[in-house]
């Protein structure tokens, strides 16, 4: 809790101090007909996440050098023994079975289940390669790498020494479900991207917890944060049941080891 809720806190104190803006401050005013300079929001967006994650980053750190968690190792950057090629085949399997979140913005394109974040007007806007610039640092390519350093690969690891590695994982998911505060909305879209992200989170958590690697992780989150329009989000979500028809053994044996230990069992071999 002092890194997670203390760091953002201080964090914000020094943004605020060195007159750093959010992204999603600087995205508040709306469209405007001179457009957007995504590049200058590019700089916008990695200059806040830097100081965030930096700050929590410092504290976690020192409390992990107490704590004698003082390798990259520790916090799950290893490739745990695995191939670059199974690291990544795990990282695409794992962003395939988070579908959920995919399948309810698909919908909601259809049948209208509430309103989205304010910011999302954005995505309407022309997709130039500033435009994917700006999503790369403020989407697909810095919050996967920071996030999941931070909220499994300390965070998880911390919280499953006092409570067991189901209770982190629980807990984490929890803590990384509740930050999403553009979902804090009582709509049936926000209610089902919040139920959605806890049960993907548990699940991703639980895979740290077996593999001690974060890599596929980074790779499955990066891949679930790619924006997507029109017929690619169909493709996507038919490229997603393709991955889990292919890999459908592995799959269900990992769930169900999941569920045996969530009900107290041991999980088989790996």
């Known amino acids: 809790l002092a890194v997670f809720i203390g760091g953002s806190l201080l964090a914000r104190q020094v943004r605020l101090l060195w007159g750093v803006r959010t992204y999603k401050e600087a995205l508040a005013a709306g469209p405007t007909k001179e457009g957007i300079d995504f590049v200058a929001l590019s700089g916008v967006a990695a200059a806040e996440l830097t100081i965030k994650f930096g700050v929590m980053f410092a504290l976690a750190f020192a409390m992990g050098w107490l704590r004698r968690r003082r390798t990259l190792v520790s916090y799950g950057i290893t490739t ?159 490229v997603m049941g393709i991955v889990i028809t292919i890999a459908w053994k592995p799959v269900v044996r990992y769930v169900g080891e999941f569920v045996r230990e969530l009900s107290g069992g041991r999980p088989g071999r790996s």
């Open 80 to 238: 745990a023994g695995h191939s670059v090629g199974r690291l990544f085949t795990a990282g695409v399997v794992l962003w395939a079975l988070v579908f959920l979140p995919d399948l309810l913005l698909l919908l909601n394109r259809y049948l209208p289940l509430g309103e989205g974040a304010a910011h999302w007007w954005v995505l309407d806007q022309p997709w130039t390669p500033g435009f994917w610039l700006f999503m790369a640092a403020s989407s697909f390519v810095l919050p996967p790498v920071f996030e999941e350093l931070l909220i499994r690969g300390y965070i998880q690891t911390r919280l499953s020494e006092d409570y067991g590695p189901i209770g982190g994982i629980l807990l984490t998911a929890a803590l990384f479900t509740v930050s999403h505060g553009q979902y804090h909305q009582l709509t049936i879209l926000s209610l089902g991207m919040l139920a959605s992200l806890f049960l993907g989170s548990a699940i991703w958590g639980y895979y740290f917890h077996r593999t001690g690697t974060l890599i596929p992780l980074i790779i499955a989150h990066a891949l679930a944060n790619v924006p997507l329009d029109g017929i690619a989000e169909h493709i996507q979500l038919l």
